[in-house]
């Protein structure tokens, strides 16, 4: 499980970031804009909807509830300052994905039994992306963690985040995480679709084919 980040770059649109993403086998997209206005937010996800439907990828927005209930795509991310998420659940409707942020074994557990779909957890490291930084977790905090949850009953999906690498794939995949997040080291590559397929090629355990 691969969640792309969406993050604002010199280099490239949002469009062509996801474009890439999606080439390189991303199917589950996370449009993050923060600072931006609603109706920029608005905007750019009308733009990401046909692509993301005409790839069979999953498009969450991050902390817009409101965009999410306009152009009803896939669901949204919301960090432990945003909206409730039972609060949401209410206006999105029991079809939507519903993901929150969490830093600590605590963070998760208080949402057994709620109707929510998956946590990202982090971060791994220092990263660039996010302003206020909850304290990194590194290899051993996510190891701990998860053990802590599982072992309290809850199977919510873990998605670790922040910071994360290619190289860093395998030794995370190994904590007993879900999946992984990604934004700036696939943005950053030489070649953000090859990257993004190495990162595929590690999570699936096989050659990725980005022609099927």
């Known amino acids: 499980m691969l969640q792309f980040i969406t993050h ?18 991303c199917r589950w997209i996370q449009l993050r804009m923060k600072g931006a206005s609603d109706e920029e937010v608005l905007h750019t996800a009308a733009e990401l909807i ?3 439907r005409e790839n069979d990828a999953f498009l969450i927005v991050d902390d817009r509830v409101n965009v999410v ?4 795509v ?17 206006l999105l409707g029991p079809d939507a994905i519903i993901g ?9 557990i208080k949402y057994k039994g709620k109707d929510v779909d998956y946590v990202g957890l982090g971060p791994f490291r220092y990263t660039s992306t996010k302003e206020k930084l909850s304290p990194v977790l590194g290899l051993e905090g996510y190891a ?11 199977e919510l999906p873990i ?17 007993g995480v879900n999946g992984i997040a990604v934004s700036g080291s696939i943005i950053n590559a030489p070649d953000p679709v090859l990257y993004t397929s190495k990162i595929m090629e590690k999570l699936l355990g096989i050659p990725y084919d980005k022609a099927d």
């Open 8 to 25: 604002p770059s010199e280099k490239y649109s949002i469009a062509e970031e996801v474009q890439m993403a999606i080439e390189g086998g």
């Open 50 to 52: 046909d692509m993301c």
């Open 69 to 72: 209930n306009e152009l009803k």
């Open 74 to 90: 896939s669901g949204v991310h919301l960090g432990k300052d945003d909206m409730d998420p039972m609060e949401a659940r209410e």
């Open 100 to 108: 929150i942020t969490a830093n600590t074994a605590d963070d998760i």
């Open 144 to 154: 701990e963690i998860v053990k802590k949850v599982r072992d309290a009953g809850v």
């Open 159 to 175: 998605v670790a985040i922040g910071g994360i690498t290619l190289e860093d794939v395998e030794p995370l995949m190994k904590t």
